[in-house]
């Protein structure tokens, strides 16, 4: 059998790992998340999440694949062969592929962006014309559909020739330039007329706002940004070596993914505000305020350009790793090998992206439970999927793992002591759980007598 293959240093894994969180979910989706339900209370809410329920999973995620070794179905089954525990990989599995049928789509748009910053395309536009463009380019039928399938072409290529040389290099140079470029954003959005009013929104909670479908909303958006509930923390755990502290690596990621949407939100809603913008727009909002930024900043022709390539390198080390998932499982499980499993999953998650895509233009008609296509498959696999996922695998590493196994990993099999031991498994017992599942109830209307 072939060996398989790890990551060659700390950073390696790091870069790779930070590379899967950090991406179109703190930049795109966050600042329209947090717009679609209602600005600083939102905020409040999901940051508790990741501390209290996203770094803890985080950390499970990567105790089941460093002991099991495995992609996250085989992972699960390695470790317990009687119970179905793996049904959790297998959704994992699953929301990976829908996740990046339309995320494939997004991320398409930045080259599209990259190409107008290129072609000097929002030069002299309104504000309102920059949204039209907009609008008009994602109901195109072909324009969107040829930037997804150039995007995914470049990702299977990238994954089909394994985990070091791919992942590593370009996850080592993106992360710390994109940081450098949104802070400069930052500092110009700060200065625009009305700033105050956008950073009020982000930050000043109105609790009014809070209902069930808001939390499931930071819920699911928490598992979204850090790449949890899919099996990717898992697959990269199996890569792991045995010689790095799995707590500080799932602090430090978790750390610099909130970061990063903060700094995103902080560039965003000053400008929403500036620019007359709606915050609820929806999943347009920063293709539609950040280009009005750049037009009147001094060497805007140069950072939009640069700002959208980053994107959609950011958006690259988080596809990557959502096609690694799949093709990961079918190598490990279903013993194919890498280059068929890589064009297979490149194949079929396209071909659905299509739809995604479609969804905003000609078949924006099609109903899915109130949404086109493109939103029901965003708000379920983050919102569904991906929790359902996650409670699972809390459950199982809470009640079921062997106690031993995850201490031994925790602490390296006992070189260091955790600090945090009786939080950790006061959590993923109890409070993990249970919140996840008090989540779902309220979400459905089980506790609206109480209000
Ligand atoms: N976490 C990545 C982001 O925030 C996207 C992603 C989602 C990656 C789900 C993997 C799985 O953009």
């Known amino acids: 059998m072939e060996k398989r293959e790890g990551f060659s240093s700390k950073f390696g894994i790091l870069a790779a790992a930070v590379g899967s969180a950090i991406g179109l979910g703190n930049i795109w989706r966050f600042p329209y998340v947090v717009g679609k339900y209602g600005g600083g209370a939102f905020l409040i809410v999901y940051l508790g999440i990741v501390a209290a329920i996203g770094l803890p999973l985080m950390l499970s995620e990567f105790v089941i694949g460093r002991e099991g070794k495995q992609d996250a179905i085989g992972s699960f089954k390695k470790l317990d062969s009687k119970r179905p525990f793996f049904v959790s990989g297998v959704l994992g599995v699953l929301a990976a592929f829908f996740i990046l049928s339309f995320y494939g789509v997004v991320a398409g748009w930045t080259l599209e962006y990259v190409f107008a910053s290129i072609t000097n395309k929002f030069a002299g536009q309104s504000s309102e014309q920059i949204g039209n463009m907009f609008g008009s380019f994602i109901a195109d039928p072909y324009r969107p559909i040829m930037w997804q399938i150039v995007f995914m072409g470049i990702t299977g290529l990238i994954v089909s020739t394994g985990v070091q040389k791919g992942i590593e290099k370009v996850a080592k140079i993106m992360v710390p330039l994109l940081l450098v470029l949104i802070i400069i954003l930052d500092i110009k959005a700060l200065s625009l007329p009305n700033s105050m009013e956008g950073l009020k929104f982000l930050f000043q909670p109105d609790f009014s706002v809070i209902d069930g479908r808001v939390v499931l909303g930071a819920l699911g958006h928490a598992f979204f940004s850090l790449s949890l509930g899919m099996g990717i923390m898992i697959t990269y755990g199996s890569y792991i070596s045995d010689k790095e502290n799995l707590g500080s690596t799932a602090l430090q990621i978790s750390l610099a993914d909130t970061f990063i949407a903060l700094l995103a939100g902080i560039a965003i809603f000053p400008a929403v505000f500036a620019y007359g913008v709606d915050p609820s727009d929806g999943a347009g909002l920063v293709f539609i305020t950040l280009p009005n930024v750049f037009n009147q900043m001094p060497g805007g022709y140069i950072f939009s350009i640069m700002f959208f390539a980053l994107l959609a390198l950011a958006a690259l ?135």
């Open 317 to 451: 080390t988080s596809t990557i790793s959502l096609l690694e998932v799949v093709v990961a499982y079918l190598v490990d499980s279903l013993k194919m090998a890498r280059k068929r499993a890589s064009i297979l999953a490149f194949t079929g998650i396209t071909l659905v992206g299509f739809f995604a895509s479609l969804s905003n233009g000609p078949l924006a008609h099609l109903d899915f439970f109130g949404n086109n296509f493109f939103d029901f498959l965003d708000e379920t696999t983050a919102n569904y999927f991906l929790t359902t996922a996650a409670l699972i695998s809390v459950i199982f590493v809470g009640w079921f793992m062997d106690k031993g196994r995850i201490k031994g990993q925790l602490s390296n099999e006992g070189k260091f002591s955790i600090g945090y031991e009786s939080i950790y498994f006061a959590i993923i017992k109890y409070v993990a759980p249970i919140g996840i599942v008090l989540v779902f109830l309220y979400q459905l209307g089980v506790f609206g007598f109480m209000e």
